[in-house]
Each structure stands twice: as C-alpha cells, then as structure tokens.
Nanobody, 122 residues
Framework: QVQLVESGGGLVQAGGSLRLSCAAS????????MGWFRQAPGKEREIVALISRSGGSTYYADSVKGRFTISRDNAENTVYLQMNSLKPEDTAVYYC???????????????WGQGTQVTVSS
C-alpha cells in the first residue's frame, strides 16, 4: 500500500502561481511513477502531468505545457507540481497518484490521494 497526502491548494488570481506537494508513505516511493490529475465539476478526471520513477522522464497534458512543472524528491518521498500562469479553467480538485509505470492513462494508477482544491479567480 502507498498512502498519499496532497497539500498546497488554495485560491489564487488568474496569472498567479501555486505549488502542490504530495507526500508518500508506505512502500518504496522510488518504485512508483507518479502523476498529478485533476477533476473539475461535471467533468471526468484528467491527466495533468506524469513523472517516471527516477524523475528522468515527464509527460504533460497539452493544456498545461509550458506553465506547469512536475518534479519529485525520492529522498523526501514527495512529488511536486509547480503551477504558473494559472487560468480560471485550471480550477479543479487536484489529485496525486502512484502507478508502476509512467503510462498516460488514469486507470493505470493504483493509489490515490484525497485531493486538494485549486480555485483560480478571473
């Protein structure tokens, strides 16, 4: 089992920045690819960014490329999402998740955090 706890969400104006953190405990963190996902009201959960087990490879949704950066610290068992130039359409609950490989499919990720709300005002 892997336990994941997100933090760092909040209310920010358009154009602002937030940094989300996801602390992991349980099994060896470096054995898992990690991802950030989001779900807005009335919409399906979608991939935001993924990072490989070593941190050497990343994947971004087209909607966040150039604005968001995913990173991880395997010594601290933490994955981050730096979000810059935020837009109102980024408003959603953001979840981190762990999976065995960096596959761009939500169903591939077995362990999920409880989510943190990000609200971007216009």
């Amino acid at each position: 089992q892997v336990q994941l706890v997100e933090s760092g969400g909040g209310l920010v104006q358009a154009g602002g920045s937030l940094r989300l953190s996801c602390a992991a405990s349980g099994r060896t963190f470096s054995n898992y690819a990690m991802g950030w996902f989001r779900q807005a009201p009335g919409k399906e959960r979608e991939i935001v960014a993924l990072i490989s087990r070593s941190g050497g490879s990343t994947y971004y949704a087209d909607s966040v490329k150039g604005r968001f950066t995913i990173s991880r610290d395997n010594a601290e068992n933490t994955v981050y999402l730096q979000m810059n130039s935020l837009k109102p359409e980024d408003t959603a609950v953001y979840y981190c998740a762990a999976g065995k490989s960096m596959v761009p499919a939500t169903s591939w990720y077995n362990y999920w955090g409880q989510g943190t709300q990000v609200t971007v005002s216009s």
